[in-house]
C-alpha cells in the first residue's frame, strides 16, 4: 500500500498546487477499500482543504467522476462559491480560491486536475 497516495502526491507537487484553507477538493473517490485508503491518506496531507466527496450524489462511475467533478468544479468556480458537505466523510469549510479535483481507480491509474477562476 501507499504506491497510490505518493503517485498522486508527486502529482500534486508537479501542479504546483496549495493545500490547506482557500482549496477546495473534489473527490470522485471510488469506495473500493483500498483505493480508498490510498486517497484519504493524500487527502489528509492536503491540511485544511474543504474536501468533497461527490460518490454520494452522482454515483461512483470511475470513468465518468473525473470528467464529471471538473464540470462541478468549474460550475463552483464560475459562481464564486463551493458545495456544502455532502457526505458524513466530507470536511472542511470557507470560501475556496482554487478546486483540486481527484481521480483514482479501483486500482491505481491516479488523476488530479487544478481548476482556478480565469481572470
Known amino acids: 500500500g501507499g504506491a497510490s497516495a505518493a503517485a498522486a502526491k508527486a502529482l500534486h507537487a508537479k501542479l504546483g498546487a496549495p493545500a490547506g484553507a482557500g482549496l477546495g477538493v473534489l473527490s470522485g473517490m471510488t469506495g473500493?477499500?483500498?483505493?480508498?485508503?490510498?486517497?484519504d491518506a493524500f487527502l489528509a496531507g492536503l491540511g485544511g482543504a474543504a474536501v468533497r466527496r461527490t460518490g454520494s450524489l452522482i454515483g461512483h462511475g470511475v470513468e465518468a467522476a473525473f470528467p464529471a467533478n471538473v464540470a462541478l468544479g468549474a460550475l463552483a468556480l464560475s459562481r464564486g462559491g463551493f458545495y456544502p458537505a455532502m457526505d458524513p466523510a466530507d470536511a472542511g469549510d470557507g470560501?475556496?480560491?482554487r478546486i483540486l479535483v481527484t481521480g483514482f481507480g479501483q486500482w491505481r491509474g491516479e488523476a488530479l486536475a487544478l481548476l482556478e477562476r480565469a481572470a
Do not use: D, M, Q
Not at 473500493?32 to 486517497?39: K, P, S
Open 32 to 39: 473500493v477499500a483500498e483505493a480508498r485508503a490510498e486517497e
Open 95 to 97: 470560501p475556496v480560491e
